[in-house]
């Protein structure tokens, strides 16, 4: 639905931008690439290596909302397939706050919550499992409820 290089920069699109380059201009390659496409389509995704986590950057630059984050032991592709409809909504002028339940990009609903990353806080978008339950429901599976961690 999303093309995967529309707003990615995991280290396979990073990768297929950079070839040829030395380490600086890499850093230098992906930076511009970063800014150009917030310029362009309002927002980049991280994908972080070490915890399932996906997040954008540019949301809060271009839209004053708070950048977007999912963290679900998925994989990084669909991750990304997750965030980008959620992010897409943001530059059509929808706003997400803490609290909220949204009905109307999925199937089923999605919550967000307030977390704290390293510099700013992000709004991180939850997900039922596929039973319905959300991570405060007893019956929800510890892979689900992970959701919610608080990671730094
Ligand atoms: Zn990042």
């Given at each position: 639905m999303y093309p995967h290089d529309a707003a990615c920069l995991c280290s396979t699109c990073v990768l297929e931008h950079t070839q040829g380059l030395s380490p600086l201009e890499v850093l230098d390659a992906i930076r511009q690439r970063e800014q150009d496409l917030i310029a362009r389509i309002g927002w980049v995704a991280h994908a972080?290596?070490?915890r399932p986590l996906i997040h954008?950057?540019?949301?809060?630059?271009?839209?004053?909302?708070l950048d977007l984050e999912i963290r679900l032991a998925v994989s990084p592709e669909k991750r990304y397939a997750l965030l980008a409809p959620?992010?897409?909504?943001?530059?059509?002028g929808q706003r997400f706050a803490a609290g909220d339940e949204d009905h109307t990009l999925f199937s089923v609903p999605i919550r967000f919550i307030a977390r704290d990353e390293s510099e700013r806080q992000v709004l991180r978008v939850v997900f039922p499992d596929p039973?319905?339950?959300?991570?405060?429901?007893?019956?929800c599976p510890p892979i689900w409820a992970e959701q919610v961690l608080q990671d730094f």
């Open positions: 972080l290596a070490d954008t950057h540019g949301l809060w630059e271009r839209f004053h909302h959620v992010a897409e909504a943001v530059t059509n039973q319905g339950y959300f991570p405060d429901d007893s019956h």
